[in-house]
């Protein structure tokens, strides 16, 4: 417990050492946070909503961000693993983009800490989009869409650069808040339902789902080894350290009834699935987390936690984003 608090602690204080500049609140949600080297415009998000949605960043022309990350999927994809260029199929499960805004580190390794990190490694990679940023480049700018946006926003032809700010900046915008959770703390004793209020009062106290998944994002921004099978190093890949291996980042709980399967393998179907993992402490390992143990749920206590998941933390106005008409 105080390792997870001490590192949800530091990575409050790093968001806010780093060159941050504030946003618009979201209700239920704190404000978004915008690099102050990549300040967001209505244009750069309409330019980074394009990209997103462009096939035309792969190597079949095919496989797009929204690929992967579907707003009707619950920003992810659906499927046990993403699957890029002709049909190839990753080893991990899609990470939903919603409130990515908030997060210190992206992937479920960490390995990249910030979205503008993060958006282009997609690209180059041979299992999912399989592009150099070269042969991106050059074929946007033989878009005349493309090239023109990027000289009014950016005063400069098409850049690997400007196409990660953009893709960022259209990122923050995919925010979830004001989740029957939220009216219900805000004073509204009738946003959620009674068996997602004790679903509640399980997630905070007897279940202590709240020891990682904690505060308005329901998620310590942190890494564990959950204990389930197989031979992904996780964290440590990133880190080197032992004590990280099989150590994942703890998702957000927003929207979580949308983006199933679950866990960084995708191993688990359904909610229920996931609870029941949790009840019996997960499966042994040397680096199991120390939150981790057996839990005494009953069904119907299972029930009621499964309930709050999907009726409170689902939002009134979930973004869900349509492709936009895309530049020729």
């Known amino acids: 417990m105080i390792r997870t608090l001490l590192t949800a602690s530091l990575t409050i204080m790093a968001l806010f050492s780093t060159g941050f500049a504030v946003a618009a609140e979201s209700i239920g949600m704190p404000t978004v946070l915008h690099p102050k080297d990549n300040p967001s415009s209505p244009e750069k998000i ?3 909503k394009q990209l997103y949605f462009d096939g035309r960043l792969s190597a079949d022309n095919k496989v797009s961000c929204a690929s992967c990350h579907d707003p009707a999927k619950g920003f992810s994809n659906g499927e046990q693993f993403a699957t890029g260029v002709e049909g190839k199929k990753g080893g ?16 479920w390794d960490g390995r990249a800490k910030s979205l503008e990190d993060q958006a282009l490694g997609p690209v180059q990679n041979p299992i999912e989009m399989n592009m150099t940023l070269d042969a991106v480049v050059a074929r946007l700018n033989g878009i005349k869409g493309y090239k023109d946006q990027f000289q009014k926003i950016f005063g400069t032809d098409v850049t690997s650069d400007g196409m990660a700010k953009a893709i960022a900046a259209y990122e923050r915008t995919i925010v979830s808040g004001e989740a029957p959770y939220d009216r219900f703390k805000a004073g509204d004793k009738t946003a959620m339902s009674e068996s997602a209020q004790r679903g509640m009062t399980l997630f905070f106290n007897k279940a202590r789902c709240s020891a990682c998944h904690v505060g308005p994002h329901f998620t ?22 032992v004590g990280d291996k099989g150590a994942f980042k703890t998702p957000t709980l927003r ?7 679950y866990m960084h393998d995708g191993s688990l179907k359904t909610l229920e699935e996931v609870v029941a993992h949790y009840v019996k402490g997960g499966n042994p390992n040397p680096q199991l987390d120390e ?13 009621d936690l499964v309930t709050f998941l999907k009726e409170g933390l689902s939002s009134t106005k979930y973004p869900d984003q349509t492709a936009p008409e895309l530049p020729q």
Do not use: C, M, W
């Open 255 to 261: 929207e979580i009834g949308k983006s199933g399967p």
């Open 92 to 107: 991990r499960n899609s990470p939903t983009v919603l409130n990515t805004a908030f997060q210190n580190f992206q992937f």
């Open 46 to 48: 309409a330019l980074g």
């Open 220 to 241: 310590d921004h942190s890494f564990h080894n959950i204990g389930l099978p197989g031979d992904d190093e996780g964290r440590a890949a990133v880190t080197k350290s």
């Open 291 to 303: 939150e981790l143990y057996a839990l005494k749920l009953s069904p119907e206590e299972i029930s």
